[in-house]
């Protein structure tokens, strides 16, 4: 069974668990619920997803149904870029608030930027959320340097996070400093480059230096960098185990660079077309 103690990585305004589960792409109602469940049950305390993911209301009826209490869970959910100006946006966090079952989240994103909308105006949805008390903290998703400092500069309320792609297998170096420079935290969606790192043989080898699963290796990788937040997603329970159980060990120094190596990679595997920016160039 996974361990409990999940470290809690205090940003601008609130305190984040360091491993969330991430909630994309269920097979199915029955599974997802049992999934979310599970992870509570074994000691996740935050719960990752989206409107676009269609989970929400899974995510809601297993926080309903748990004994954890609600105010125990830190809930991340985001706004699509499809409603990015403010009225569709203000609609968009009240439906998710209705298909959850809450009456706030503990961190409402900004999902994708909108080039069609001026991010101002994205931005005073976000923050009015924020003070309406409807979302504990805000924050973004999926922005690059330029959009993050346009956002630190234009948004009137404290931006907590920017979820981005981050794993063993991209260099995203521009990116992370910025958030840094901006005392943010990074969320990692994607954190096992949707199962590319898995096998990986420098990934495997020091997996069995260490005798974990080169899951529980690209993930203790990422969260041992400061500021440093993963929400991987797991539809088998042995690996939603796996994937929380890695604050017992730590990687050593030269485990660490081995693994930072293979950034050179640079493979971006969420990159959809219709939505992405220009991203930045390492």
Same mark, same amino acid.
């Given at each position: 069974?996974?361990?409990?103690?999940?470290?809690?990585?205090?940003?601008?305004?609130?305190?984040?668990?360091?491993?969330?589960?991430?909630?994309?792409?269920?097979?199915?109602?029955?599974?997802?619920?049992?999934?979310?469940?599970?992870?509570?049950?074994?000691?996740?305390?935050?719960?990752?997803?989206?409107?676009?993911?269609?989970?929400?209301?899974?995510?809601?009826?297993?926080?309903?149904?748990?004994?954890?209490?609600?105010?125990?869970?830190?809930?991340?959910?985001?706004?699509?870029?499809?409603?990015?100006?403010?009225?569709?946006?203000?609609?968009?966090? $009240?439906?998710?608030?209705?298909?959850?079952?809450?009456?706030?989240?503990?961190?409402?994103?900004?999902?994708?930027?909108?080039?069609?909308?001026?991010?101002?105006?994205?931005?005073?949805?976000?923050?009015?959320?924020?003070?309406?008390?409807?979302?504990?903290?805000?924050?973004?998703?999926?922005?690059?340097?330029?959009?993050?400092?346009?956002?630190?500069?234009?948004?009137?309320?404290?931006?907590?996070?920017?979820?981005?792609?981050?794993?063993?297998?991209?260099?995203?170096?521009?990116?992370?400093?910025?958030?840094?420079?901006?005392?943010?935290?990074?969320?990692?969606?994607?954190?096992?480059?949707?199962?590319?790192?898995?096998?990986?043989?420098?990934?495997?080898?020091?997996?069995?230096?260490?005798?974990?699963?080169?899951?529980?290796?690209?993930?203790?990788?990422?969260?041992?960098?400061?500021?440093?937040?993963?929400?991987?997603?797991?539809?088998?329970?042995?690996?939603?185990?796996?994937?929380?159980?890695?604050?017992?060990?730590?990687?050593?120094?030269? $485990?660490?660079?081995?693994?930072? $190596?293979?950034?050179?990679?640079?493979?971006?595997?969420?990159?959809?077309? $219709?939505?992405?920016?220009?991203?930045?160039?390492?």
């Amino acid at each position: 069974m996974a361990s409990n103690k999940i470290p809690i990585i205090a940003g601008q305004g609130g305190q984040i668990p360091a491993v969330g589960y991430g909630t994309m792409l269920f097979p199915d109602a029955e599974s997802a619920v049992e999934l979310i469940t599970h992870s509570l049950n074994c000691g996740y305390r935050h719960i990752d997803t989206a409107r676009k993911y269609g989970s929400e209301k899974w995510v809601g009826e297993a926080i309903r149904t748990n004994r954890v209490p609600r105010e125990d869970i830190w809930i991340t959910t985001k706004v699509t870029e499809e409603n990015a100006n403010a009225d569709d946006f203000a609609r968009s966090v $009240e439906i998710s608030l209705k298909t959850l079952d809450v009456t706030y989240v503990d961190l409402l994103l900004i999902h994708w930027p909108q080039p069609n909308v001026p991010l101002e105006e994205t931005l005073g949805a976000l923050a009015k959320s924020k003070r309406e008390g409807l979302a504990k903290n805000i924050g973004v998703s999926n922005f690059t340097v330029s959009l993050l400092d346009e956002a630190i500069n234009k948004c009137p309320e404290p931006i907590f996070t920017n979820q981005i792609e981050y794993h063993a297998y991209i260099r995203q170096n521009k990116i992370l400093t910025a958030c840094f420079r901006h005392n943010l935290l990074v969320t990692c969606h994607v954190p096992l480059a949707r199962g590319a790192l898995l096998s990986d043989p420098v990934i495997s080898k020091i997996a069995k230096l260490y005798d974990r699963t080169p899951a529980q290796i690209a993930l203790k990788w990422l969260v041992q960098q400061p500021g440093v937040v993963v929400v991987p997603r797991a539809l088998e329970v042995r690996h939603i185990e796996e994937n929380i159980n890695i604050f017992d060990f730590e990687l050593g120094e030269k $485990e660490m660079g081995q693994i930072s $190596e293979l950034q050179s990679n640079n493979l971006r595997v969420v990159n959809p077309p $219709e939505r992405s920016p220009e991203w930045d160039k390492e």
